[in-house]
């Protein structure tokens, strides 16, 4: 079940003692469409930006005391928000934690620093290791809790340690990579945790190379990726052994449409916002997607884009 339901006295009280720590920082009905890559959905009854801990502070506060559900947004490219929005908190680390640093052959960046810049840093210090990131639209911090990847590489290969604070609670703690549970596309990572930095260990190369493997990245984006449409990036994990555009593309399902979502006629495992598109409209497509895939194949395709909101209303 995907029910969150709204709890009024709740978000009154969680709203009062964000307020009493972040004053008009703190948003209501605050549209999230726009934070997104699909740039659909309905607003966030309470939303926030935080610059320091203390904000986060007073964010788990309100969070433990009222039980509000939360959610921590990135930069939205593997987000869809319901029609209906988020009855509860939603968190987008701000420019205080928008910073990199460099220690020997060490990069340490803030959760809301975007992933290409990340890269684009450690080319101006000689590192490699993390040219693949220079295609991916995510930020450091959701970087780093699903794990993303390109070119065959991902975030767990270059990640040291991940600092997190705990909104439950209320504290911050260093996790060794080692102990982040790294999987395919995901993580073991607190699921009460927002990623604040992460430490990632890379090697001494040569400027040259890494600039020729990150425009190679970008290049093979451009070429591969519908870049003009708005997107949510990949929409499916691939399964074992096998690509789940490679599977959709097969059935001839490359431009099939419910309202205003389609499948991308550039790539089979991107779906598009049309003019007028919502996110029912996604859902019932990723849903129709499954189910074709699964009649032919036997697998079901596991989602990569993070659902926020409720969607049990969403038809078959």
Same mark, same amino acid.
């Given at each position: 079940m995907n029910v969150i339901t709204r709890d009024p006295a709740g978000l009154a009280r969680a709203e009062v003692i964000l307020r009493a720590a972040c004053g008009d920082r703190v948003r209501t009905s605050f549209a999230l469409g726009p934070l997104t890559t699909f740039r659909i959905g309905g607003p966030a009854a309470l939303f926030l930006e935080p610059e320091s801990e203390a904000d986060l502070r007073a964010a788990g506060q309100a969070v433990r005391e009222t039980g509000i559900p939360f959610v921590v947004l990135g930069k939205g490219s593997n987000v869809l928000v319901s029609d209906e929005g988020f009855p509860g908190l939603v968190l987008r680390l701000g420019k205080g934690y928008r910073w990199a640093a460099r220690d020997g052959s060490?990069?340490? !960046?803030?959760?809301?620093?975007?992933?290409?810049? *990340?890269?684009?840093? &450690?080319? =101006? $210090?000689?590192?490699?290791?993390? @040219?693949?990131?220079? !295609?991916?639209?995510?930020?450091?911090?959701?970087? *780093?809790?699903?794990? &993303?990847? =390109? $070119?065959?590489?991902?975030?767990? @290969?270059?990640?040291?340690?991940?600092?997190?604070?705990l909104l439950g609670a209320g504290e911050s703690r260093t996790i060794p990579a080692a102990e982040a549970g790294f999987v395919y596309r995901n993580s073991a990572l607190p699921a009460d945790g927002v990623v604040v930095a992460a430490a990632l260990s890379l090697a001494p190369a040569d400027p040259s190379s890494i600039r020729a493997a990150m425009d190679e990245a970008r290049e093979w984006r451009r070429r591969t990726q519908p870049l003009a449409e708005r997107n949510c990036g990949s929409v499916f994990k691939n399964p074992a052994g096998d690509h789940a555009a490679r599977m959709v593309e097969s059935l001839g399902l490359k431009g099939t449409a419910v309202g205003g979502a389609q499948v991308s006629s550039k790539h089979a495992n991107f779906i598009v916002a049309r003019p007028g598109a919502r996110a029912a409209d996604v859902v019932a497509l990723i849903r129709a997607v499954q189910g074709r895939v699964a009649d032919r194949f036997g697998v079901r395709l596991e989602p990569e884009v993070h659902l926020v909101g409720n969607f049990d209303e969403t038809p078959e």
């Amino acid at each position: 079940m995907n029910v969150i339901t709204r709890d009024p006295a709740g978000l009154a009280r969680a709203e009062v003692i964000l307020r009493a720590a972040c004053g008009d920082r703190v948003r209501t009905s605050f549209a999230l469409g726009p934070l997104t890559t699909f740039r659909i959905g309905g607003p966030a009854a309470l939303f926030l930006e935080p610059e320091s801990e203390a904000d986060l502070r007073a964010a788990g506060q309100a969070v433990r005391e009222t039980g509000i559900p939360f959610v921590v947004l990135g930069k939205g490219s593997n987000v869809l928000v319901s029609d209906e929005g988020f009855p509860g908190l939603v968190l987008r680390l701000g420019k205080g934690y928008r910073w990199a640093a460099r220690d020997g052959s060490t990069i340490t !960046a803030g959760g809301s620093m975007p992933l290409p810049r *990340v890269a684009g840093v &450690a080319l =101006a $210090h000689a590192l490699g290791g993390i @040219e693949f990131g220079v !295609a991916i639209p995510a930020t450091l911090g959701g970087a *780093v809790r699903m794990n &993303a990847g =390109a $070119h065959g590489h991902s975030l767990h @290969e270059v990640v040291d340690r991940v600092e997190m604070f705990l909104l439950g609670a209320g504290e911050s703690r260093t996790i060794p990579a080692a102990e982040a549970g790294f999987v395919y596309r995901n993580s073991a990572l607190p699921a009460d945790g927002v990623v604040v930095a992460a430490a990632l260990s890379l090697a001494p190369a040569d400027p040259s190379s890494i600039r020729a493997a990150m425009d190679e990245a970008r290049e093979w984006r451009r070429r591969t990726q519908p870049l003009a449409e708005r997107n949510c990036g990949s929409v499916f994990k691939n399964p074992a052994g096998d690509h789940a555009a490679r599977m959709v593309e097969s059935l001839g399902l490359k431009g099939t449409a419910v309202g205003g979502a389609q499948v991308s006629s550039k790539h089979a495992n991107f779906i598009v916002a049309r003019p007028g598109a919502r996110a029912a409209d996604v859902v019932a497509l990723i849903r129709a997607v499954q189910g074709r895939v699964a009649d032919r194949f036997g697998v079901r395709l596991e989602p990569e884009v993070h659902l926020v909101g409720n969607f049990d209303e969403t038809p078959e």
